[in-house]
């Protein structure tokens, strides 16, 4: 196992970044989050297109699901309103990513997870998913039914028998939305019920790199402002108390990176004991990533209580993502259960 960055990894996260820094800065993330307005498509191709981060699971190209983890990595620190999650990890990982392309696809589950609730018959998809990450935006919807297999419904078509309603999510920037099938035309994909299961593991493993980009985002920006604000003629970071809490908060970043590094190896190797590792991954990267933006809207006084800092976008994807494809309860259910861990 190797937790280390490559070179390569390196150089795609400067492109990814400087993408963000240039097309999604802050400023323009907090506007378009005070408009109403959604995902950014401009930016959305430039990543996924231009880039070609959408196709980073290929392996004509050399792609691995590490490089996917670094460009999670840059779109937590950045919160950036793309749907690379649902897009180019759940549902390239469920329909391959020759199968999304230029398209974008998400995976027709619960945000937070669950177990599918849509039926079908006769080639046709009847019910209802609520809270689904990145469908406002896609064309395809890739979606699990009862009895494990996956279907894939087009929206395009004149007769989709698609509903999609937008819901108020916490997380301004990834938004959410209930899916309605009326005897939606699907294909079926495969009746594995193992290829869910991976597409879930997949984005869960995942997710931890997006969540140590928020933590790592709310670490940094914290140490930068008690840098530069001053108390009685002094820097207010040179406080000893601060001093701790932010030492204290840099272990559990540390631990958080080798841990999300671990699970996004693994996945990518298809290593044997790759469950647990994203199980450790999900149960602590989540909790990591919400007390490092607590501590950031806390330390940086009243400022960081603005809806103009973007302190809060931080603190609500991660409070988000912390719920996202099992809450860390669960995850340490899950990993009691490989491990062999009585109750």
Known sequence: ???????????????????????????????????????????????????????????????????????????????????????????????????????????????????????????????RVTSVADALSADLLVVPVVGGSLWVVERASVDSGV??????????????????????????????????????????????????????????STVEYLRERRQFNRPVGSFQALKHRLADLWLEVVGARAAARAAADALATGAADTEILVAVAASHCGTVAVRAAEECVQLHGGIGM?????????????KADQLALGTPGRHRARLAELVDLPA
Request: proline share 6%.
């Open 1 to 127: 196992m190797n937790l280390l960055y490559s070179e390569i990894e390196e150089e795609l996260r400067a492109s990814v970044r400087d993408l963000l820094r240039d097309r999604s800065p802050q400023d323009v993330v907090l506007a378009r989050v005070s408009a109403g307005l959604g995902y950014d498509p401009a930016l959305w191709r430039a990543l996924a297109v231009d880039l070609g981060a959408a196709g980073l699971q290929d392996p004509a190209v050399g792609g691995t699901l590490r490089e996917v983890a670094v460009v999670m990595e840059e779109l937590g620190r950045s919160v950036a309103p793309t749907p690379f999650l649902g897009s180019a990890v759940l549902a390239t990982a469920a329909l391959g990513w020759e199968r999304v392309g230029e398209r974008t696809a998400t995976l027709v589950v619960p945000f937070s997870g669950g177990a599918p609730s849509v039926r079908a018959a006769g080639g046709r998809l009847s019910g």
């Open 306 to 318: 603005t809806w103009e800092h973007p302190a809060h976008l931080y603190l609500k994807r991660a």
């Open 163 to 220: 509903t999609v309603t937008p819901r108020t999510s916490l997380d301004l920037t990834r938004p959410l939305a209930d899916v309605e099938f009326e005897g939606a035309p699907g294909q079926l994909v495969t009746e594995d019920p193992a290829v869910l299961d991976r597409a879930l593991l997949t984005g869960a493993g995942l997710l931890a790199s997006e969540q140590l980009g928020i933590a790592e985002w709310c670490l940094a």
